[in-house]
Every structure is written in C-alpha cells, then in structure tokens.
C-alpha cells in the first residue's frame, strides 16, 4: 500500500469493503478519502491499487446472489464429460488477474502471452501431443516461467525473442530446452480459474477460493506441498468455481483433474479426499487430462450434481496422451487451447463387428454339430433297423 501521508491512516470497514478488488474495475488505482489521526488534518488521501485488496475477501450479497456461490445456475446442469480431450497443459505465469485482460492470450499490449500462444497454434500439427495453454498467476520474478503437466517440468524467464525454440524444442520435438535449464517440479497444484475481466462468475469466486485454499493448506502444515495458483479461462463460465488439479495418483502418476460448481466448503474435500487419499469427488467432477469425450460418454457419473453426499471413486489410470495418429477431428478447450477429439466410431464399429463374427461362428458351430448329431442317430437307427431286418430273414429260411 502506497500512502500520501507519513502519518498514520486509519481505514475503515466501509472503505475497506469498497477497496476491494472488483472483476469490473479497469486496471486502475482506486481512490479513497479516509481519516487520519493528525491534529490539523481531518482527511488524507490514499492509493490504493487493486492488487493491495485482493486480501479483503467482502463480497457483497447483491454480487454473491448473482454471480457467487449462491447464484440460481449453480448445480443446473451436469459437469460429468464438460472437458475436451488433451494430453499436456502448459501454463505461463504471467502477472496476476487484475491485470489480464479479457483475452489474455491474444493482448496488444501483454505479448508474451500472445506469442506463446500464436506459436502453439501455428506448430500444433507438428505436436505428437495435444496442448492446452494458460495463463497463471506469476509476479515479481516469475513472470515468464512455464509449468508443463503432465511432466511435471519447468522452465524459468521464457522471454519473447526465445518463444519460438522453447515451442520447437520442448513441445515440438520432446527435448530440453536448449536456452534454459529444465526444473522438476514437486507436490500437487491447483489452478483456480480466477479471471474476473473474461467472467464476472470467475472473478467473484474464484479469489474466494484461493483464499480458503490457503488457508486450509496453512493449517494443515502443507505449505510446501500444494501450491495454488490463479488461471485465466479454462472454459465453463457457467460452472464457476472452476479449478484443475495436478497431482500423483495412488500409483504416482500425475493426473489432471477438473472440478466445477466448486464453493470453499468443499475445498477440504479436496485436500483431504482427492490430493489426500486419490479419491475424486464425483458430484464436482467435469473430466480430466487424457479421456476422450467418448469415454467420459460411457463413463458418465451415476450421482447427480448438487449437494447431495459427496461418494467418491479411485483416480482412474491415465496419462493416456492424445496424438495425431489416434485422433481426428479437433476441439479447442479455453481461450487459446488446442486438443483433438478421438473419433471411436471406426473402433466401436470394429469392435461390433468381431462380436457379431464371433457369435454367429458360434451359432454355424452349434447348428454344425447338431446337424452331424442328427445324421448319426439316424444311421444308427437305419442300421439297426436292418440288422434286424437281416437276422429274422435268416431265422425263417431255417425255420
């Protein structure tokens, strides 16, 4: 906080709660007039920028019934099979929510963003991955870091003039990056779709969210265990709070998670259930890295969205990667996403096809061998018939 006067100010809750950071706000100082314990002054004048109120966690009832937690969308529709498939998720941190832009990704005037993500788009044919890209929160040296999941890697200070071999290098041809040291990375992450100037929604909730995040983190001593980050668009306005969680599953792969209609009290059964024990919380579930759209359609979740009990099932196995050899069709996931759809259809086709082979194999088999039981009763009878035949023509020429 920058202040105008030495002197000690005094802030009130009314000036507080309207400091606060506001999704609608242009990124822009607020002013506020509040009163100061001088003895000639009755009034002094603070800057306050909306980065200095994004602790102050007031959200008015008018902007909690219509864009918060309480909303009447809330739990409406189904989250189940919401997420396009993808096989990587590169995230650029990059500033903070206050100062993105509606379409981060394609800025003016923020251009790393932009490049990043016009280079992704140009080379993704070239990709044997298909690749999301996102914007997270980054700030005083971390503005240019790359986090890549599932791989768990990370590249420090990509600037503008490198975007084009890091994309070459990394995504393109699977190696390190020739100009930056590759760093592992360690835990669980969680990105909170924070990205109040794209969606009102995203802007109310998703701070709130952080915030109990790190709270519960704090408590829990896990600091330096889960790390939660704000994100640009991920896709689902209506779904607010969204969030993505990387993490091991109970065989140590990392899994990407979605969740949807999330609110803080369900935010310890994140932690505990899901990053704890590798459980989803299926009630808030909308899909995950590596599953097609076909699968999730097969798969689909039994419970309803709402607030009923939460139930919960084992991470299911994954990292299953979506490549050019395997897909076709395409889909974009977020602003500036790229991940193909897998068309099954020639699959389920051939898979049907073997089963009706199979059972009418089957069938001929059983008609077959039934058929050649038939002939040979039969020609047992006819013998039989004439041996008999035979013997009593020979007993009366005796007789």
Same mark, same amino acid.
């Given at each position: 906080?920058?202040?105008? +006067?030495?002197?000690?100010?005094?802030?009130?809750?009314?000036?507080?709660?309207?400091?606060?950071?506001?999704?609608?706000?242009?990124?822009?100082?607020?002013?506020?007039?509040?009163?100061?314990?001088?003895?000639?002054? %009755?009034?002094?004048?603070?800057?306050?920028?909306?980065?200095?109120? $994004?602790?102050?966690? %007031?959200?008015?009832?008018?902007?909690?019934?219509?864009?918060?937690?309480?909303?009447?969308?809330?739990?409406?529709?189904?989250?189940?099979?919401?997420?396009?498939?993808?096989?990587?998720?590169?995230?650029?941190?990059?500033?903070?929510?206050?100062?993105?832009?509606?379409?981060?990704?394609? !800025?003016?005037? +923020?251009?790393?963003?932009?490049?990043?993500?016009?280079?992704?788009?140009?080379?993704? +044919?070239?990709?044997?991955?298909?690749?999301?890209?996102?914007?997270?929160?980054?700030?005083?040296?971390?503005?240019?870091?790359?986090?890549?999941?599932?791989?768990?890697?990370?590249?420090?200070?990509?600037?503008?003039?490198?975007?084009? !071999?890091?994309?070459?290098?990394?995504?393109?041809?699977?190696?390190?990056?020739?100009?930056?040291?590759?760093?592992?990375?360690?835990?669980?992450?969680?990105?909170?779709?924070?990205?109040?100037?794209?969606?009102?929604?995203?802007?109310?909730?998703?701070?709130?969210?952080?915030?109990?995040?790190?709270?519960?983190?704090?408590?829990?001593?896990?600091?330096?265990?889960?790390?939660?980050?704000?994100?640009?668009?991920?896709?689902?306005?209506?779904?607010?709070?969204?969030?993505?969680?990387?993490?091991?599953?109970?065989?140590?792969?990392?899994?990407?998670?979605?969740?949807?209609?999330? %609110?803080?009290?369900?935010?310890?059964?994140?932690?505990?259930?899901?990053?704890?024990?590798?459980?989803?919380?299926?009630?808030?579930?909308?899909?995950?890295?590596?599953?097609?759209?076909?699968?999730?359609?097969?798969?689909?979740?039994?419970?309803? $969205?709402?607030?009923?009990?939460?139930? !919960?099932?084992?991470?299911?196995?994954?990292?299953?990667?979506?490549?050019?050899?395997?897909?076709?069709?395409?889909?974009?996931?977020?602003?500036?996403?790229?991940?193909?759809?897998?068309?099954?259809?020639?699959?389920?086709?051939?898979?049907?096809?073997?089963?009706?082979?199979?059972?009418?194999?089957?069938?001929? !088999?059983?008609?077959?061998?039934?058929?050649?039981?038939?002939?040979?009763?039969?020609?047992?009878?006819?013998?039989?018939?004439?041996?008999?035949?035979?013997?009593?023509?020979?007993?009366?020429?005796?007789?």
């Amino acid at each position: 906080m920058r202040i105008g +006067d030495p002197f000690r100010i005094l802030i009130t809750p009314a000036a507080a709660a309207a400091a606060r950071y506001h999704p609608l706000h242009q990124a822009k100082p607020l002013l506020i007039l509040s009163h100061a314990l001088h003895p000639t002054r %009755t009034r002094t004048r603070i800057l306050i920028t909306r980065t200095d109120t $994004n602790n102050m966690s %007031t959200i008015s009832a008018e902007d909690d019934a219509k864009y918060g937690f309480t909303r009447e969308e809330m739990y409406k529709e189904k989250l189940t099979g919401t997420v396009n498939p993808y096989g990587r998720h590169v995230f650029l941190c990059f500033k903070g929510p206050e100062m993105w832009v509606a379409r981060v990704e394609a !800025s003016d005037t +923020d251009t790393l963003p932009k490049l990043l993500a016009s280079a992704l788009k140009t080379r993704k +044919d070239d990709m044997t991955v298909k690749s999301l890209m996102t914007v997270c929160g980054g700030g005083e040296g971390t503005d240019g870091d790359v986090l890549i999941f599932p791989e768990m890697i990370k590249y420090k200070g990509l600037k503008e003039s490198d975007v084009d !071999s890091f994309v070459d290098d990394v995504l393109v041809n699977g190696k390190p990056w020739a100009s930056g040291v590759q760093e592992g990375l360690t835990g669980s992450y969680v990105f909170v779709c924070s990205h109040g100037s794209r969606d009102k929604r995203c802007g109310v909730c998703g701070p709130a969210l952080i915030e109990k995040f790190n709270a519960e983190i704090d408590s829990r001593g896990l600091k330096d265990q889960i790390f939660v980050k704000p994100c640009s668009h991920i896709g689902g306005h209506k779904y607010a709070g969204n969030l993505i969680v990387y993490s091991p599953d109970s065989e140590g792969k990392i899994m990407g998670h979605w969740y949807g209609y999330v %609110t803080p009290d369900d935010v310890p059964a994140i932690l505990d259930q899901h990053i704890a024990k590798g459980e989803i919380i299926e009630r808030l579930w909308r899909g995950q890295l590596g599953q097609s759209a076909e699968v999730e359609k097969v798969d689909e979740k039994k419970l309803p $969205n709402g607030k009923e009990e939460s139930k !919960s099932k084992k991470l299911e196995d994954g990292n299953t990667q979506v490549t050019k050899e395997n897909v076709t069709g395409g889909c974009c996931q977020g602003a500036s996403g790229f991940s193909c759809c897998k068309d099954r259809s020639s699959d389920v086709t051939g898979e049907n096809k073997q089963i009706e082979t199979n059972g009418q194999g089957r069938l001929t !088999s059983w008609l077959g061998s039934f058929e050649q039981r038939d002939v040979l009763t039969a020609a047992a009878v006819v013998g039989a018939v004439a041996t008999i035949a035979v013997a009593y023509s020979i007993y009366r020429r005796s007789g």
